[in-house]
């Protein structure tokens, strides 16, 4: 049987096959950090961490290309932990079980971790190999890009000495990135004391899975159903008709991908449980016709459980369920100027409600700064009148396209000599640590490319095993003809 080191090319493979190993959740980054050293150290190249763990592994010019503007290969070390229901697995403990299907690397029940392990293996590879031909390499492999971009926010000038910047956590071979959408954290909450349950009620648990998920940049114009929305709506009808109360809520786990799985405990009349049942399997009937095409086998159910200790109080539900089926969810609206790719959205990622908070988050992405702050106003206005506290945070700008860029130009006549086509230039809707590093270091120059990825930050991530070679030899290239230093 074939296996995932066998694969071409062989030098990223293996490398891509011993990061599977490693536990690399995002802000659980101590093993992987003491990895990546001990592989820059066992190379005998200069090998460190600055202040907030980035990793910088220094390579020096082969003989001759000395003279070529220093070139920094960038991905992050942290990857998205999100694994199906029935699926047992420790991110911190446990190595990702990849394997092999058709032309497709995917993990059996978990997220890949291509998303963005295979920049850093393509950059180990580099790294590692002696025959190349390239200028003064630096690797820049950052810690929790996935929860907040802490590395790249954290990283100074005076960390790092290249001019070009190549990040290698893009999706679509064939594809450059010379620009990528900001975004911002809306966080609202309501507090509340809780109440006890009513006197011959019962207690049901619903439970909201088999939705698709995925990257709420990358896959946030493809309608996918959102598992928060979904609950919402059943929970809004079951308050309306059936005298539900509503007890626990949560759905949702990490702010950037969008939410697959979502359960509530509420309690009911006893004598209503008949026709809640029937309301949980009219839902998971509309909810399938309604997405039929995008989704499948979306699954909706409801048990009995132990009443919980308390509820939320009736007008605090009320504000909360109201608030949050009101809020925007997906694409805002399209870049006038580029129909067909996504300017705003949002992702409303992460609700959990018990225990006297109630906290909701939302991701809002935009590549213009004003439709992000009109964003980001809209929905804190909408839970403002809910009587929440709202906050933002984790704010970042877009990273504005330069279609002059002397590296963009090398990169595409570089990609038209070695595979007779031309790489397509585009702007990506997801937040890209470029963004934020060139903020921090005015004058970079700056690509992002990568092997094709599908369905990142959930458990159908997979890997195009043909765009990794592609891939992998338009990187060797590209390195090969870098600029000269002016």
């Given at each position: ?191 509340y004391k809780e109440v006890p349950a ?85 839902c998971e009937n509309l909810f399938n ?198």
């Amino acid at each position: 049987m074939k296996t995932i080191q066998s694969l071409a090319p062989e030098a990223v493979w293996k490398h891509f096959y011993s990061l599977t190993r490693v536990p690399r959740p995002s802000g659980f980054m101590k093993p992987v950090t003491e990895f990546l050293l001990n592989f820059g150290k066992g190379l005998n190249l200069e090998s460190f961490t600055d202040e907030v763990g980035n990793v910088i592994i220094r390579k020096p010019a082969t003989p001759g290309m000395e003279n070529r503007k220093g070139v920094i290969l960038q991905a992050h070390m942290d990857m998205v932990p999100q694994k199906n229901n029935d699926t047992a697995h420790d991110f911190e403990k446990d190595p990702i079980e990849a394997y092999i299907d058709g032309d497709w690397v995917k993990a059996k029940g978990t997220t890949l971790g291509a998303d963005d392990g295979m920049g850093v293996a393509a950059i180990m590879a580099v790294l590692e190999d002696n025959t190349l031909t390239h200028g003064p390499l630096e690797a820049l492999i950052t810690v929790d890009e996935e929860t907040g971009m802490f590395g790249a926010f954290a990283l100074k000038r005076e960390s790092i000495k290249g001019e070009i910047l190549l990040n290698l956590d893009s999706e679509d071979e064939g594809e450059l990135y010379i620009g990528c959408a900001g975004g911002e954290d809306v966080t609202a909450t309501f507090q509340y004391k809780e109440v006890p349950a009513e006197e011959g009620d019962i207690a049901v648990k619903v439970t909201l899975k088999g939705l698709r998920g995925g990257h709420s940049g990358l896959e946030i114009n493809q309608g996918r159903g959102n598992a928060n929305k979904l609950i919402i709506r059943f929970l809004r009808e079951a308050v309306a008709s059936y005298e539900a109360r509503l007890a626990i809520l949560e759905g949702g786990n990490m702010r950037n991908a969008i939410p697959r799985e979502a359960h509530a405990i509420i309690t009911i009349p006893a004598e209503n449980e008949e026709d809640l049942v029937d309301l949980v399997q009219y839902c998971e009937n509309l909810f399938n016709e309604e997405f039929a095409g995008i989704e499948e086998n979306i699954s909706f159910k409801a048990e009995r459980t132990d009443l919980p200790k308390g509820l939320v109080p009736e007008e605090i539900q009320d504000d909360i369920i109201n608030s949050i089926f009101a809020c925007q969810n997906g694409v805002l609206r399209n870049i006038p100027s580029i129909p067909d790719t996504v300017e705003t959205s949002s992702n409303l990622a992460i609700v959990k409600v018990e225990n006297g908070l109630a906290e909701v988050k939302i991701l809002a992405r935009s590549a213009s700064d004003s439709m992000k702050e009109y964003l980001t106003t809209s929905i804190e206005c909408c839970f403002n009148m809910a009587g929440a506290k709202v906050e933002m945070s984790g704010a970042y700008s877009g990273w504005q396209p330069d279609v002059n860029s002397p590296i963009l130009h090398a990169m595409k006549a570089s990609y038209k000599a070695q595979f007779g086509e031309e790489p397509a230039v585009k702007v990506i809707h997801a937040g890209l640590e470029c963004g934020i590093i060139g903020a921090n270091i005015p004058g970079l120059d700056m690509i992002s490319f990568g092997p094709t990825l599908r369905s990142p930050h959930s458990p159908d991530e997979r890997v195009f095993v043909p765009s990794v070679k592609k891939f992998y030899e338009f990187l060797v290239a590209t390195l090969e003809q870098t600029p000269v230093k002016e």
